[in-house]
């Protein structure tokens, strides 16, 4: 069973990271995001899930302006040939539904098949913000935290630059 909400939060409290969580009506896109979160201070957000002609699994972390360029993003990570993942593959490997992506949904990849790619803009940020496994809500977290708690995870991100 896909860990919840509140066993993310039990989760980053035993890692003893401090977070803030922000309700909202659901979000689905970027433009939608912006309209609804008002002051939330920090950098916000988008993840890609993808998932490459070998079938290698993906997660891209950028900041939600970011333009990704799915045709030169493959020579860039040492993935083949990118797509969208299927909706079925997001809630079988990462235990979410489409609109939630968040790199917190790795506590629910125990077996390590998602590659993890942060933007260099995320990982130098004092203050990220990442739907907390829903879409519900955004929650603020360091970017040292945010490492650890991927690292937590088991996962080994690789980090570029998109600008």
Do not use: Y
Not at 5 to 29: A, D
Not at 55 to 74: H, Q, R, S
Not at 114 to 138: G, I, K, M
């Amino acid at each position: 069973m896909p860990a919840t909400r509140e066993m993310l939060f039990k989760h980053l409290e035993t890692l003893g990271i401090v977070t803030t969580t922000v309700s909202h009506p659901p979000v689905f896109t970027v433009e939608e995001a912006r309209a609804l979160r008002g002051t939330i201070p920090g950098l916000h957000i988008k993840n890609l899930f993808l998932k490459d002609k070998k079938d290698a699994l993906w997660l891209v972390v950028c900041e939600e302006g970011t333009t990704v360029d799915l045709k030169a993003l493959p020579a860039r990570i040492g993935s083949a040939r990118l797509s969208f993942g299927r909706p079925e593959l997001l809630r079988d490997v990462l235990g979410i539904e489409p609109g939630s992506v968040t790199p917190f949904a790795l506590i629910n990849d125990q077996e390590c098949r998602v590659n993890v790619v942060l933007d260099a803009r995320v990982v130098a940020s004092e203050a990220v913000n990442c739907h907390p496994l829903e879409n519900t809500a955004t929650t603020t977290i360091s970017s040292t935290d945010l490492l650890a708690f991927i690292t937590s995870t088991g996962h080994a991100p690789q980090t570029i630059e998109f600008t």
